[in-house]
């Protein structure tokens, strides 16, 4: 098991960015492919983006392509999430979570492959 505190959240004007960040301790880090995800209230919570064990590889929701990137620092114990480009429809409580189902160094694109979700972080963008 892995305990996950996200950051980095806040209140942002539309066209503008953040930077989430995601702290992990427990288990060793670098065995865990890494997701983010989000959810707006009444909906349903969405993928936005997977990074293998490595970092080498990454996967990203339709509706963020080129906008986010994900990242990671395994000597630091941390996942990235940058955001440019900001919507209104961006505006969600944002997810971290960490998954150990699979060996291989590939994005983890099912959410129920996540066995560990860290608490959220709050992004609101204005119009």
Same mark, same amino acid.
């Given at each position: 098991? %892995?305990?996950? &505190?996200?950051?980095?959240?806040?209140?942002?004007?539309?066209?503008? @960015?953040?930077?989430?960040?995601?702290?992990?301790?427990?288990?060793?880090? @670098?065995? $865990?492919?890494?997701?983010?995800?989000?959810?707006? =209230?009444? /909906?349903?919570?969405?993928? &936005?983006?997977?990074?293998?064990?490595?970092?080498?590889?990454?996967?990203?929701?339709?509706? %963020?392509?080129?906008?986010?990137?994900? @990242?990671?620092?395994? =000597?630091?114990?941390? %996942? $990235?999430?940058?955001?440019?480009?900001? /919507? =209104?429809? *961006?505006?969600?409580?944002?997810?971290?979570?960490?998954?150990?189902?699979?060996?291989? *160094?590939? =994005?983890?694109?099912?959410?129920?492959? $996540?066995?560990?979700?860290?608490?959220?972080?709050? &992004?609101? %963008?204005?119009?």
């Amino acid at each position: 098991q %892995v305990h996950l &505190v996200e950051s980095g959240g806040g209140l942002v004007q539309a066209g503008g @960015s953040l930077r989430l960040s995601c702290a992990a301790s427990g288990r060793t880090f @670098s065995a $865990y492919a890494m997701g983010w995800f989000r959810q707006a =209230p009444g /909906k349903e919570r969405d993928f &936005v983006a997977a990074i293998s064990r490595s970092g080498e590889n990454t996967y990203y929701g339709e509706f %963020v392509k080129g906008r986010f990137t994900a @990242s990671r620092d395994n =000597p630091k114990n941390t %996942v $990235y999430l940058e955001m440019n480009s900001l /919507k =209104p429809e *961006d505006t969600a409580v944002y997810y971290c979570a960490a998954s150990s189902t699979y060996t291989w *160094d590939r =994005p983890v694109l099912d959410r129920y492959a $996540y066995g560990d979700w860290g608490q959220g972080t709050q &992004v609101t %963008v204005s119009s």
